[in-house]
């Protein structure tokens, strides 16, 4: 029944921080779309092609957040 704890927490703890990961994303590529419009007058049309290196790029560190929240939280317990 511990273990079973255990992983549902580390489940939790990854797919919150990527979930997280993937909201801020979003909102910094939107953030860069408007920058681009007002400040360099680039349409909103055009495409950032470094979305996507964004987004795996958050992903891979929301993973390696998540593992190393719940190991901290795995040791404090255990002690």
């Known amino acids: 029944m511990i ?3 255990w992983l549902s927490l580390l489940i939790f703890l990854v797919l919150g921080f990527m979930f997280s990961s993937i909201i801020l994303s979003c909102f910094i590529y ?3 779309k408007i920058y681009l419009y007002f400040v360099r007058n680039i349409p909103f049309g055009t495409y950032l092609p470094g979305f ?3 987004i795996k790029g ?8 998540g593992i190393g929240c719940w190991y901290v939280y795995y040791k ?3 002690l």
């Open 58 to 65: 958050f992903s891979f560190g929301a993973i390696i957040a």
């Open 52 to 54: 996507f290196r964004i």
């Open 3 to 5: 273990f079973l704890k």
């Open 30 to 32: 939107f953030a860069a």
């Open 76 to 78: 404090k317990e255990k």
